[in-house]
């Protein structure tokens, strides 16, 4: 599955969202070409802002 | 309103004091002097600011706390005389090379905490003030008939005139105030006003209304400093308006230490605006209402007065749907040369009810606190109802936060039965009744019906509940979303313990100005110990103080970022625009500064504010409790609506098997355990901070700290034991 498609399942549609996959950070220009693989390691980190 | 009745008002005037000044320039931030102005005596004076006072309480809202102490007892209430109305820009406050920097901090005794509240706003009126010759603005004493105070800051001189014809409403005495003092189309830019309403007559939660004339709508525009009260303050001392006029250049009029260190990191960051606010938050399309959907997505929208958190409905108040109500394409900040200019306007909507029906109007906002307090809170999903709240809180000088949270409370408990048309006068607060909501509001506005019981704030409407109407007290507690005194600001902390520390230990109440902390701790869980939440809740706080010490917005830290940001060590802090700061402080004030000092600046005066409850008869361990709905399920309903979640939780953190039990013993079980947690985070932010396990600052801490002042160190001395 594809980073874009993983966010929306899960619902997580913050935009300043940061994504790793195996501890590489994906730049949001890639989130629909790169590929999540089973058992890979995903961080999802949310530049706190709000309020 | 013709110039012929605008003549006519001013000819009703009654000069009742003058003062002559002398006009100075502002020195690195600056003005050097505050401006003391007494209702009761007609008094005005000049006041110095001194070294210690810019070294220990940098400026903002340290400078008006300092002022606050010396004016007020501790047995000062909100509606004596003696009371103070403090306004304050900052250092940085004034300055339109870096966006974000015209903020004004307002302090008072309030009339729902009886303590001393801070409230932030934007507008022109704080860099006017200080441009005009004075770092702060201080209000004593009560004025036996209505008065305007005008600080002409062209001619150096401050007047208090008895105002009988203007208007009380903002939207009205707004545009009066333009026409007056403007001699010249030109000269309305140079006009800002602080007014309330004919709601704050009659409302504990009154706010004020700070204003700046919009050059391409030919109109006054107005932000809020909301919380608080503060515009019951204003009303009580018989202010209808405070205006300052200056027109100097105000591009350059800070006279920062180095124009070009601040103009460098202010073209990085506008740049950094340009590039990336369109692909991040689009502060400049849409603002603050573009985190309805967000938190409707993660489950913190506050639907029905906090129960839940989120709706099916909430669709029709996103982001989306105000981006197309509101006026695109005119740059709209509350300040010159901001460029998130995230306010934003409905233009040419038409009221439908209330004593202005029928006038077509420009609607400010509405932000997401609004939307959220006075919407989801509410069950209402009504864009037009929203928008109709919006101008009437307004222009009453009512705080749509403090609105939204009584009104959802009063929905809840007519809805569990406390109330009923005979005790509300025939109006049916079911949630989702956006009529009935309006027409609260309005009775608001003239002081009548129930709706002047709704304005007095829920700690109060708590108690006349159980006294009149056999209210169950344990039931009303749990549900009255308030703490301190102060209606809780729109999101939903069940799930996160720290933003829970982040409400319950704020100073003024549970407004998130001071940690918004949900995110790190609920859904990116970095703060899974109660020392990480206690060290965040020490960090955010002070670095989040620190604005308003200094004049600035908080929007440009952390609603847009640079690209790299998520390669940094600690992201979440933006550490470029730290710096940017650190850069802005040391280019304005001349004084070279670490980001460690800034924080250490925040930390003096946030220690003296807690001082300060303590003088108030607060500031101690009790005072930082908060309502149960805050924290967990109060209903048997809340529960089943998340029993997965919930049973899980009683499995993996409590040790508790839900198997077989009900749902009643199961919320028994979850609330002892999430009680208990409060409390533990509590003791861990109060070691962190240095205070003693009641919440006291230590002397040693108020000695590091340097406001080891004799009659500070005398009020901890009487309470610590």
Request: charge should be negative; aromatic fraction near 10%; hydrophobic fraction near 35%.
């Amino acid at each position: 599955m594809a980073v874009d498609s993983l966010l929306k399942t899960i619902k997580f549609t913050f935009p300043m969202i940061v994504v790793s996959v195996n501890g590489k950070v994906v730049p949001r220009s890639e989130f629909g070409t790169t590929t999540i693989e089973d058992n890979d390691e995903v961080k999802v980190l949310h530049l706190v802002a709000g309020g | 309103m013709s110039t012929k009745d605008i003549q006519k008002m001013r000819q009703a005037h009654k000069v009742l004091a003058e003062f002559d000044y002398e006009l100075g320039e502002v020195e690195k931030g600056y003005a050097n002097r505050t401006l003391y102005v007494n209702l009761s005596d007609n008094a005005i004076a000049s006041k110095p600011v001194t070294q210690q006072m810019k070294d220990v309480f940098t400026g903002g809202r340290g400078f008006g706390l300092w002022l606050l102490w010396h004016g007020v007892t501790g047995d000062t209430k909100w509606n004596d005389p003696e009371n103070e109305i403090v306004i304050s820009s900052g250092p940085i406050g004034g300055t339109t090379q870096y966006p974000g920097a015209g903020k004004s901090l307002v302090v008072s005794i309030s009339p729902t905490t009886h303590s001393v509240i801070d409230s932030n706003v934007g507008g022109h009126f704080g860099p006017l003030l200080k441009f005009a010759g004075w770092d702060a603005l201080e209000i004593q004493g009560q004025a036996e008939k209505d008065v305007i105070v005008f600080i002409d800051g062209n001619e150096g001189k401050v007047t208090i005139e008895e105002a009988t014809e203007e208007a009380v409403d903002t939207h009205l005495i707004g545009e009066q105030m333009v026409e007056m003092f403007a001699q010249t189309d030109r000269e309305k830019r140079d006009i800002s006003t602080v007014s309330a309403g004919s709601g704050a007559e009659h409302a504990l939660i009154g706010c004020l209304n700070f204003s700046w004339y919009d050059v391409r709508r030919k109109s006054a525009r107005f932000k809020q400093a909301g919380r608080g009260g503060i515009g019951t303050v204003l009303r009580d001392k018989k202010i209808k308006a405070l205006v300052v006029k200056y027109g100097g250049g105000k591009g350059t009029a800070n006279n920062p230490a180095d124009r070009e260190r601040i103009s460098k990191v202010g073209t990085r960051i506008n740049q950094e605006i340009h590039d990336y606010d369109a692909v991040q938050n689009r502060m400049r399309n849409v603002g603050t209402p573009y985190l309805v959907k967000i938190m409707d997505d993660y489950d913190l929208l506050p639907v029905h007065n906090f129960k839940f958190g989120s709706h099916p409905q909430a669709g029709k108040i996103t982001g989306d749907v105000w981006e197309k109500r509101f006026t695109q394409g005119l740059p709209d900040g509350c300040w010159l040369g901001c460029t998130m200019s995230c306010s934003h306007a409905v233009d040419g909507y038409v009221l439908q009810t209330g004593p202005y029906k029928g006038q077509t109007v420009i609607v400010d906002g509405p932000e997401y606190e609004t939307i959220a307090g006075c919407g989801s809170s509410c069950g209402i999903f009504d864009p037009d109802a929203l928008l109709e709240i919006n101008f009437y809180c307004d222009t009453y000088g009512l705080d749509t936060i403090s609105f939204g949270t009584s009104t959802a409370f009063v929905m809840e408990c007519y809805e569990a039965g406390i109330l009923n048309r005979e005790i509300t006068g025939g109006l049916e607060l079911n949630f989702g009744n956006a009529d009935a909501a309006l027409e609260l509001l309005h009775q608001m506005g003239r002081g009548k019906g129930f709706g002047a019981i709704v304005g007095q704030g829920i700690r109060r409407m708590k108690q006349i509940f159980a006294e009149e109407y056999g209210g169950d007290p344990q039931f009303m507690q749990d549900i009255g979303m308030e703490a301190k005194g102060l209606e809780y600001s729109e999101y939903v902390t069940k799930e996160s313990l720290a933003q829970q520390g982040g409400y319950g230990l704020a100073s003024k109440g549970p407004q998130h100005d001071e940690a918004w902390l949900i995110f790190m701790d609920m859904v990116n869980n970095q703060l899974p110990t109660f020392e990480d939440k206690a060290e965040a809740l020490h960090y955010f706080p002070m670095w989040r103080t620190w604005f308003g010490l200094c004049g600035l917005c908080k929007l440009p830290w952390n609603d847009i970022s640079p690209p790299d940001n998520a390669e940094t060590d600690e992201p979440a802090k933006m550490p470029e625009h730290v710096q940017n700061y650190v850069e802005l402080f040391s280019g304005v004030t001349g004084r070279e500064v670490t980001k460690e000092d800034l924080i250490l600046m925040s930390e003096r005066v946030y220690n003296f504010q807690r001082v300060f409850n303590l003088k108030m008869g607060f500031g101690t361990r009790e005072h930082d409790a908060i309502p149960y709905r805050s924290v967990g399920p109060v209903t048997v309903e809340e529960y089943e609506s998340r029993a997965e979640r919930y049973d899980q939780q009683l499995q993996e953190l409590v040790g508790l098997d839900p198997e077989g039990k009900t749902t009643e013993e199961k919320m028994a079980a979850l609330r002892a355990y999430r009680e208990e947690q409060y409390e533990l985070l509590i003791d861990a932010v109060y070691k962190r901070r240095g205070w003693t396990p009641n919440g006291i600052p230590t002397p040693e801490t108020l000695k590091q700290l340097h406001i080891d002042f004799p009659d500070v160190v005398e009020v901890v001395k009487r309470n610590i034991g």
